[in-house]
């Protein structure tokens, strides 16, 4: 199938601490998997992506890992900060389809 | 430079209306998309728009749900009869291509009374 399983669905952390959300999904033929941010009242904000052609990428403070063989990918937020609360969701897009097929959200706090 | 735009960004309707949300995707992004937001969720997939075509239109609920992109920039979705479920946020996006990153607009929050 096309479910991509999100975790944790909330996640509370100190200012300064790390912070990171796990995907996993099922179909094999998924090559494509960006995070997206939202905050009240807006739309998804594209942070970051990776193809499945490599395993790991870095955009100064955010960090997405793939694990192809075990079908997951994870969001790695170092240095937290206030501005970075807000709810992340996961995607994933098939080999040859348009559609992403989002995960049910991560509500992330981070504490002052 | 300019974002995906949505209009109206609220809109309150009675039961057994017909709304139309208008879409304005990036300029010169021939990819453009149509999401569905229920509260506490992930965006579900509605329709893709390729140029003026929709080539894939697996997420549209019923048959009461129909969009257009008839010059191949401005979409609009049209709901006929609305019913309370139809209540939700919808977003657009558009991509330079069709595999391309997406980009979101800010959504249309509809609620159907």
């Known amino acids: 199938g096309e479910n991509v399983e999100q975790h944790p669905s909330t996640l509370s952390v100190q200012e300064g601490d790390s912070a990171v959300i796990k995907c996993t999904y099922s179909?094999?033929?998924?090559?494509?998997f960006p995070w997206y941010k939202q905050e009240l009242g807006k739309g998804p904000q594209l942070i970051i992506d990776?193809?499945?052609?490599?395993g790991e990428k870095k955009d100064q403070r955010i960090a997405v890992t793939l694990n192809k063989t075990a079908k997951h990918f994870s969001l790695h937020i170092t240095e937290t900060q206030p501005e970075d609360s807000a709810v992340y969701f996961c995607?994933?897009?098939?080999?040859?389809?348009?559609?992403?097929?989002f995960g049910q959200g991560t509500r992330l706090t981070i504490n002052p | 430079g300019a974002g995906v735009s949505q209009t109206p960004s609220n809109k309150v309707t009675e039961k057994g209306k017909y709304v139309e949300l208008r879409c304005d995707p990036i300029s010169g992004h021939t990819a453009l998309y149509w999401y569905r937001q229920s509260l506490g969720q992930g965006p579900e997939f509605l329709i893709y728009f390729q140029g003026t075509g929709a080539a894939d239109d697996s997420g549209l609920p019923n048959d009461r749900f129909f969009a257009v992109r008839p010059e191949g920039s401005v979409s609009t979705l049209k709901i006929q009869r609305t019913e309370r479920g139809d209540s939700a946020v919808y977003l657009c996006?558009?991509?330079?291509?069709?595999?391309?990153?997406?980009?979101f607009g800010p959504g249309t929050r509809l609620t159907v009374t």
């Open positions: 179909d094999s033929a998924s090559n494509y």
């Open positions: 990776i193809r499945s052609n490599v």
């Open positions: 995607a994933q897009q098939k080999q040859g389809a348009q559609k992403l097929v």
């Open positions: 996006a558009s991509s330079l291509s069709n595999t391309g990153e997406q980009y």
